[in-house]
């Protein structure tokens, strides 16, 4: 069966940084467009980065952009969430997310998250 898990979430001071993993099994990754998300309690799910299977295409928030770097590497079936200068409004529950062949919104299995606190 698909399984996503997260790893690398933390503790970080305003200006640092964090690297987020997710690693995937259950199906063959190259082949699927996958994406970070985050949600805050109270507010709703935003979409940080998506990725195509190749990892040729990415998408970035306004957000993020500039700040964040999503990559994957295909061989260990594992994607990424590079996160530089970190902000206080970084603080969130962090999810990786299996998209479709075509769309790294067409979601159907999430991870059970990771949660990144930036904080000084």
């Known amino acids: 069966q698909v399984q996503l898990v997260e790893l690398g979430g933390g503790l970080a001071q305003p200006g640092g940084s964090l690297r987020l993993s997710c690693v995937a099994s259950?199906?063959?990754?190259?082949?699927?467009?996958m994406s970070w998300t985050r949600q805050v309690p109270g507010k709703g799910l935003e979409w940080v980065s998506g990725?195509?299977?190749?990892?040729?295409?990415?998408f970035y928030a306004d957000s993020v952009k500039g700040r964040f770097t999503i990559s994957r590497d295909n061989a260990k079936n594992t994607l990424y969430l590079q996160m530089n200068n970190l902000k206080s409004e970084d603080t969130a529950l962090y999810y990786c997310?299996?998209?479709?062949?075509?769309?790294?919104?067409?979601?159907?299995?999430w991870g059970q998250g990771t949660q990144v606190d930036v904080s000084s």
């Open positions: 990725i195509s299977g190749g990892g040729t295409d990415t």
């Open positions: 997310a299996k998209g479709s062949k075509y769309y790294y919104r067409e979601v159907d299995y």
């Open positions: 259950g199906f063959t990754f190259r082949d699927y467009h």
